[in-house]
């Protein structure tokens, strides 16, 4: 009995892997314009470089896409997953089961197997696993995001602060310690995608990275 709901929890996990891991920007940047992502702009599959190389509103329809994969992955797992049994430090199945699909969309996300494992960076498939948990962890997001951008004019830190304002958020919050496990799970899944391949690690994770603000919202090559 208990590998068979082993076996099910994992087949629910590698669904939303493949669920977060389509390739929405990509796909509409080809039927819009012929464009591949991958070969303009900043070689990026996601809403940024379909915004800045290939449309405004095409960008904006694939933002709003790959939030709502992150939000369909959990709403579905939390609300039709097992809550029977208690399954880590007090958290019921299906709320440990629901954290770890979001996870696993955001990983599928950025690294897609419809792409040979490139993929984007994750932040609207985050926004929307989180605001399935609760609109209320956007705040959060934001006020971290923006305490990085500002303090640290550095993407790396500002998507770092964004993860752990929510995670805190949500364990004082929910009152369970899933979201401080999400917490080391998501800079594993996000930051590698921050960092700039060109540059030295040192480089870039040093604070006042970037000259101007502008410089952080400019797609480049990684």
Same mark, same amino acid.
């Given at each position: 009995?208990?590998?068979?709901?082993?076996?099910?929890?994992?087949?629910?996990?590698?669904? !939303?892997?493949?669920?977060?891991?389509?390739?929405?920007?990509?796909?509409?940047?080809?039927?819009?314009?012929?464009?591949?992502?991958?070969?303009?702009?900043?070689?990026?599959?996601?809403?940024?470089?379909?915004?800045?190389?290939?449309?405004?509103?095409?960008?904006?329809?694939?933002?709003?896409?790959?939030?709502?994969?992150?939000?369909?992955?959990?709403?579905?797992?939390?609300?039709?997953?097992?809550?029977?049994?208690?399954?880590? #430090?007090?958290?019921?199945?299906?709320?440990?089961?629901?954290?770890?699909?979001?996870?696993?969309?955001?990983?599928?996300?950025?690294?897609?197997?419809?792409?040979? #494992?490139?993929?984007?960076?994750?932040?609207?498939?985050?926004?929307? #696993? /989180?605001?399935?948990?609760?609109?209320?962890?956007?705040?959060?997001?934001? !006020?971290?995001?923006?305490?990085?951008?500002?303090?640290?004019?550095?993407?790396?830190?500002?998507?770092?602060?964004?993860?752990?304002?929510?995670?805190?958020?949500?364990?004082? #919050?929910?009152?369970?310690?899933?979201?401080?496990?999400?917490?080391? /799970?998501?800079?594993?899944?996000?930051?590698?995608?921050?960092?700039?391949?060109?540059?030295?690690?040192?480089?870039?994770?040093?604070?006042?990275?970037?000259?101007?603000?502008?410089?952080?919202?400019?797609?480049?090559?990684?």
């Amino acid at each position: 009995m208990a590998a068979i709901l082993i076996l099910k929890d994992l087949g629910i996990l590698i669904g !939303a892997f493949l669920i977060g891991a389509i390739p929405f920007c990509y796909i509409l940047s080809k039927i819009v314009s012929g464009k591949n992502l991958t070969e303009i702009g900043d070689k990026n599959p996601g809403g940024w470089n379909l915004a800045f190389n290939v449309s405004k509103t095409w960008g904006i329809i694939g933002i709003i896409l790959d939030v709502g994969k992150g939000y369909l992955v959990y709403f579905l797992v939390y609300n039709f997953s097992s809550q029977a049994y208690i399954t880590f #430090f007090g958290s019921s199945h299906n709320q440990l089961l629901a954290m770890l699909s979001g996870v696993a969309a955001i990983a599928g996300h950025n690294y897609s197997p419809y792409l040979k #494992f490139g993929g984007g960076k994750g932040v609207a498939t985050f926004l929307g #696993f /989180l605001f399935a948990v609760h609109p209320l962890t956007l705040l959060f997001i934001g !006020a971290g995001m923006l305490l990085g951008l500002f303090w640290a004019k550095n993407m790396i830190w500002s998507v770092a602060m964004g993860i752990i304002f929510s995670s805190v958020f949500l364990y004082f #919050f929910k009152d369970s310690i899933i979201y401080l496990l999400m917490m080391l /799970l998501l800079p594993l899944v996000m930051i590698p995608k921050q960092i700039n391949k060109s540059l030295k690690l040192s480089i870039n994770f040093k604070f006042r990275k970037e000259e101007t603000l502008k410089d952080l919202f400019t797609p480049k090559i990684r």
